[in-house]
């Protein structure tokens, strides 16, 4: 086995310098990325932490109230687990599409420029 480095590409791409990157970190253009980021994780997260720690607080000091049968052996704390499970599944599914309709393309349109691209 070879420890050889990789043929060069066909396409190659310039390095940006360290004032490059600086620049790019200041322009508006990446301030709205970073906006657009921003906006979209930082309530989710917090929505998702104050519905966990319900979860938690209901949980430690609710027991009557999550121990309540539904139906079957199937009780309130059971449907509030299961419930987590599947916020965070849509929470991935929402941010994938977020960051596919919003964030992707701008974040492309400054790799491109920054290697020289267009």
């Known amino acids: 086995m070879s420890t050889d480095a990789p043929p060069p590409s066909k396409e190659q791409h310039k390095l940006p310098?360290?004032?490059?990157?600086?620049e790019v970190q200041e322009s508006a253009e990446f301030g709205e990325?970073?906006?657009?980021y921003r906006s979209f994780a930082f309530p989710l997260?917090?929505?998702?932490?104050?519905?966990y720690l319900l979860y938690?607080?209901?949980?430690?000091?609710?027991g009557d109230f999550m121990g309540a049968k539904l139906f079957g052996?199937?009780?309130v704390a059971?449907?509030?687990?299961i419930?987590?499970?599947v916020t965070t599944f849509l929470i991935a599914w929402w941010y994938e599409r977020h960051a596919n309709a919003k964030l992707d393309p701008k974040a492309q349109a400054?790799?491109?420029?920054?290697e020289g691209g267009a």
């Open 78 to 81: 059971f449907v509030f687990g």
């Open 73 to 75: 052996n199937i009780n």
């Open 110 to 114: 400054i790799k491109s420029r920054m």
């Open 45 to 51: 997260t917090v929505a998702f932490i104050a519905w």
């Open 17 to 22: 310098s360290p004032e490059e990157f600086a």
């Open 83 to 85: 419930a987590q499970f």
């Open 33 to 36: 990325l970073r906006r657009s």
């Open 56 to 62: 938690v607080l209901l949980s430690n000091y609710a």
